[in-house]
C-alpha cells in the first residue's frame, strides 16, 4: 500500500513549457486534490475531484488544467508554464468515512 | 480575505512545556483538520473534528462550532514535535487551509 504517490519529484522548466504532473493513490478514494503552497500562502486549492470523470476548479485554477480517466490518477497539466507558478505543489486523496486526508511527499516546481 | 485564521505564526517552547495553537475559521464546515507538516516537508493528518474534543497520545484537539473555533494541545512538548502545524476547514467538497504555526521545542 503505496498511499499517494507524485511524479515528478523535481522539475525545471522554461517559460512557456508544459509539463504534467501525475498523482497515484492505491486507496480507492473518491476525492482527490491539487494544491500548491508557496511561502507565507499556506495551500491552496487548484483544482479538485470527488469521483472518476469528475473535475472542479478550486481557488487558483488559472493556468491549470486537470484530468481523472481513472478514479486512482489525478493529472495537473501545465499548458504554458510562468514563473507564477514557481511552487510546490502537492496531491492529496480523501475519504469521507475515513476521516483522514492523505498527501503525497510533494513536488518542486521552478519555472525560470 | 483568509477563510482560516491561524495564530501564533511562530513559536518557541522549551521541552516540556504545554503549548496551544489556535484557529479561528469563517466558513461553514463539515468538519475541521489540523495537519502537521514535517521538516522535510511531508504532511500528515492528525485530527478530524465536527464537534468536541479528540485526544491521540500527547495531543488534544478542541473545537467550538458556535465561535467557529478550534485549538490544539501539545502537553509535555518534545523536541521531535517541532513542525508546521497547519489547520484546515472543511467545507464539504473542499479545504481551506491556514497559513500554519511553526513550532520548535528547544531541548
Known amino acids: 500500500n503505496a498511499g499517494v504517490t507524485q511524479t515528478p519529484k523535481f522539475r525545471v522548466l522554461k517559460t512557456g513549457q508544459s509539463m504534467t504532473l501525475l498523482c497515484a493513490q492505491d486507496?480507492?478514494?473518491?476525492?482527490m486534490y491539487w494544491y500548491r503552497q508557496d511561502p507565507g500562502m499556506g495551500l491552496r486549492l487548484i483544482h479538485y475531484?470527488?469521483?472518476?470523470?469528475?473535475?472542479a476548479k478550486g481557488e487558483v485554477p488559472d493556468g491549470y488544467n486537470v484530468s481523472r480517466l481513472k478514479k486512482q490518477n489525478f493529472l495537473l497539466g501545465l499548458e504554458s508554464a510562468a514563473p507564477s507558478q514557481t511552487s510546490v505543489y502537492f496531491c492529496?486523496?480523501?475519504?469521507?468515512?475515513?476521516?483522514?486526508?492523505?498527501f503525497g511527499p510533494g513536488t518542486r516546481l521552478l519555472v525560470l | 480575505k483568509n477563510e482560516v485564521e491561524q495564530s501564533p505564526q511562530n513559536l518557541t517552547a522549551q521541552e516540556g512545556e504545554f503549548i496551544t495553537i489556535n484557529c479561528s475559521y469563517s466558513?461553514?464546515?463539515?468538519?475541521l483538520h489540523w495537519l502537521q507538516q514535517h521538516p522535510g516537508g511531508g504532511i500528515v493528518s492528525l485530527f478530524m473534528?465536527?464537534?468536541g474534543k479528540k485526544k491521540h497520545g500527547r495531543l488534544i484537539a478542541t473545537i467550538n462550532i458556535q465561535e467557529k473555533h478550534s485549538s490544539l494541545h501539545i502537553t509535555a512538548s518534545h523536541p521531535r514535535d517541532s513542525a508546521v502545524y497547519i489547520c484546515?476547514?472543511?467545507?464539504?467538497?473542499?479545504?481551506?487551509f491556514g497559513t500554519g504555526t511553526s513550532l520548535t521545542v528547544i531541548p
Open positions: 475531484s470527488v469521483g472518476e470523470g469528475t473535475t
Open positions: 484546515a476547514a472543511n467545507t464539504g467538497n473542499q479545504f481551506y
Open positions: 466558513v461553514g464546515i463539515s468538519a
Open positions: 492529496a486523496s480523501y475519504q469521507a468515512s475515513r476521516e483522514t486526508q492523505y
Open positions: 473534528l465536527s464537534s
Open positions: 486507496m480507492n478514494h473518491e476525492y
